[in-house]
């Protein structure tokens, strides 16, 4: 028997879609400015630059409206990681992953109203959200006044630095998210979690 409940409020799902579209335009236009030459630019360097620029200001709003709102409303448990037994969960959900679900088992952390997130999910959300959005944002602002920027951090230039958090963090939520999308696809169906984040009803 499965019991149809109700996970994604709307507030999160406006978040989710806004916040996966402002991403895809952040990676199109960041590898434009990355690759540009003189002779081959995929988009005019000037264009990319100022395009990254307010599409980064407004998934900077939307990630402070998804933190305030994740705080206030009672989603943020989800989130709560205990790191009592953490690291047996974890190994309990790779094994999953990795042999039980090719033999049909049942998954070992089902979904519920009170656990939407298996352990893994759980893991990658928190350090997506909370580390590496951070990271991404603080460092994209610090490129954009260079004056904030330390000079010199042993010998090595501090902007150059900052753009290296920059790029790295970018890169790994870029990678996170062509993992994040392979995963939702292992659902119910393969597209039961793409419905879910639309309609809201797991
Ligand atoms: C085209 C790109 C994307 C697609 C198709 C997609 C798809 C989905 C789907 C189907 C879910 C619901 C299943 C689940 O809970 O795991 C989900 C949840 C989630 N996604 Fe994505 N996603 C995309 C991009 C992103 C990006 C770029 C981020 C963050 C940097 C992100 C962060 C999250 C988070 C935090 C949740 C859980 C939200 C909650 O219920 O609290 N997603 N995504």
Redesign the pocket.
Known sequence: MSEKIY??PVW?RI???I???L??LLIVTGLSMQYSSPNYTMIRFDIAVSFHNVTGFILIFNYIF?IIA?WKSR?FR??KCHVLGCSTRLQKQFRYYLYGIFKNEKAPFPISEDR??NPL?KLS?LI??YL??PVMIITGLALIVPEVNIHNVFGISGIHLTDLLHITSGFV??V??IV??Y??TI?KTATS?????IDGWH
């Open positions: 996970l994604y999160i978040w989710h879609w916040n996966a579209l991403f895809l998804f994740n989603n989800y989130y939407k997130f999910q959300y997506a959200m590496l959005m939520l870029s996170f998210m994040h999308i995963f939702c659902g979690n793409f419905k879910s984040m």
